[in-house]
């Protein structure tokens, strides 16, 4: 009997702190695999076997040798009703040299065998020979005294005796050995043939089943392979926060727009994404007005363009933050970014100067107290006069 609830109470979480101070440093794959590990147990007990099996299966991408976790798969798969998903995992277990005591018992009880242990054994008893079996025992002994073969003569002469009385007492209408009629082959062709059908009919279905089991085992594991794809852009993302490379953050999330995100883990980039815009925004100011500085005598628009898209970054960043959030420098965020995008005449100078109104507007109705919406009035004339706007 397979008692699912009963196998899972001999699964415990494993003790990561306790295993730091017994092997002092863990690898990172081991980690997150007994993490996930430890995560499916809490998704057992809460009778989740759904997802406690892609977490186990994403323990086992990341380990292969955790056999444990594969073992646990198959009392899940049982537990929802997949014997043969069960069974599989059990035998790969097996196959893998590694805890198939425990697979085997698996395997065992679900097909009904008891785990019953071997008898002791039978201690064999002597009987006393029968007198009938002592005196044909002797008798098909070799001859060791004369005259042996008068035993010959009467067994003879006792043979024809017992013969002629069988003859007597049979009925002269029935025949001593009478043969059964052959039955009827056709029927036994068509009862092969049903029998053959069936068995071909069974396996068309065991066949099928493999197929579909097959399928979902690879859709599986390339969910996994793309998870772990997915966790070390996560880890990449982190290192660049961690070393203040806020603006290079912002670049590549913004890389990833409309791609398809395992949901845990575009949740977890957006808010890594969201907490570094306030930092990022200065780090994109700086640089675009380095670019746009460092064009005073040239005066090339391909520089200009260059400074004006990290203008425009930054702009669009700031607008999308809360109020608290907002850099103290949004006017100047605003003037310098609207000078670099009408001098960069990108895509279209008629384009790059209506953009450029736009943000010089907002300065004069959102800082009407400020220089910098003086200089946004000097610089509109400048635009609606045909006049180049300064450097």
Not at 136 to 160: A, D, N, Q
Not at 179 to 199: H, Y
Not at 235 to 255: C, F, N, P, T, W
Request: hydrophobic share 35%; glycine share 4%; with cysteine.
């Amino acid at each position: 009997m397979f008692d699912t609830n009963e196998e899972m109470k001999h699964f415990k979480p494993i003790d990561l702190g306790n295993l730091r101070q017994k092997l002092g440093q863990i690898p990172e794959d081991m980690q997150n695999a007994i993490e996930l590990y430890n995560k499916a147990l809490e998704d057992v007990a809460g009778k989740n076997e759904d997802m406690a099996i892609i977490a186990l299966k994403k323990a086992i991408a990341i380990y292969p040798a955790f056999y444990e976790a594969m073992n646990l798969i198959g009392v899940c798969y049982k537990s929802l009703g997949d014997e043969e998903g069960a069974r599989y995992m059990f035998n790969r277990v097996i196959e893998m040299d590694d805890s198939s005591i425990r697979a085997q018992q698996y395997l065992d009880r679900l097909d009904g065998k008891d785990d019953g242990r071997t008898s002791g054994n039978v201690r064999s008893k002597k009987r006393d020979k029968n007198p009938v079996v002592s005196w044909i025992t002797r008798g098909l002994s070799p001859e060791k005294t004369s005259p042996f073969y008068l035993k010959y003569i009467l067994g003879f002469v006792i043979g024809v005796i017992a013969m002629g009385a069988l003859w007597l007492l049979m009925p002269a209408d029935k025949p001593l050995i009478q043969i059964s009629p052959r039955s009827d082959s056709s029927q036994q062709i068509q009862a092969l043939k049903e029998e053959n059908d069936q068995l071909n009919q069974i396996i068309s279905e065991l066949t099928a089943s493999l197929e579909e089991s097959s399928r979902k085992e690879k859709n599986l594991r390339d969910e996994l392979v793309q998870y772990q794809e997915w966790s070390r852009t996560l880890r990449q993302l982190d290192s660049l926060a961690a070393m203040g490379k806020y603006r290079d953050v912002i670049v590549e999330v913004e890389k990833l727009e409309g791609l398809a995100i395992p949901a845990d883990i575009e949740k977890e980039i957006m808010l890594l994404y969201d907490s570094c815009k306030p930092m990022a925004i200065n780090h994109i100011y700086e640089s675009a007005r380095s670019i746009y500085n460092s064009n005073a005598t040239n005066k090339s628009k391909e520089v200009y363009k260059q400074s004006a898209d990290e203008f425009r970054m930054a702009i669009r960043i700031m607008e999308e933050l809360d109020e608290e959030n907002k850099p103290a420098n949004m006017v100047q965020i605003y003037y310098y970014g609207a000078k670099a995008i009408a001098l960069s005449e990108d895509p279209s100078k008629e384009e790059a100067n209506q953009e450029a109104l736009d943000i010089f507007n907002i300065i004069i109705e959102s800082f009407p107290n400020t220089g910098f919406a003086q200089y946004s009035r000097l610089r509109i004339n400048e635009i609606e006069s045909g006049r180049p706007v300064k450097h």
